[in-house]
């Protein structure tokens, strides 16, 4: 099984770290990995650059853009997507989403999908095979450096 922790990174920030988005990773992963004292400043971090999300408007969005998808239903701030060869599961809070799926890539793909169109802040994180990378590119560069 496959799981993702999503956050909404402040616009700033996300700007400031656009490319290196390795250094955003370490720091959520030090804090997922940290048992010590360490973890309350890492925690304090964390919500400095993250803003929260409002569960009820992502779920009116979901549920709208999902509502006719065969195999999706909701219950309990927890959305579930079962497509034929996978099935991932989105659990909402105002300071993250998990992501978790298994089989193929199809049913993560969707809800990929429909937050990148919701937010174009959102950072996502696999931390047991070191995966990470915004939803939405934050920047369209050029080849013509325009």
């Excluded at 720091?27 to 925690?43: D, G, H, N």
């Excluded at 999706?72 to 099935?87: A, D, G, R, V």
Aim: with cysteine; glycine share 4%; net charge negative.
């Amino acid at each position: 099984m496959r799981e993702y922790y999503i956050y909404k990174i402040n616009e700033e920030v996300a700007s400031e770290f656009f490319s290196k988005e390795g250094k955003l990773f370490h720091l959520f992963l030090e804090e997922y990995k940290t048992f010590s004292a360490k973890k309350e400043i890492l925690l304090k971090q964390i919500h400095y650059i993250t803003s929260s999300i409002s569960c009820d408007s992502l779920e009116a969005f979901l549920i709208m853009m999902l509502k006719s998808t065969e195999g999706f239903t909701f219950e309990n701030h927890s959305f579930l997507l079962e497509c034929e060869k996978s099935s991932a599961r989105l659990h909402l809070s105002k300071h993250y989403l998990v992501l978790q799926s298994a089989g193929n890539y199809e049913a993560e793909t969707i809800f990929f999908e429909m937050l990148r169109k919701y937010e174009r802040c959102f950072f996502a994180m696999e931390f047991d095979y070191y995966r990470y990378g915004w939803l939405n590119p934050l920047r369209v560069t050029s080849v013509y450096g325009s």
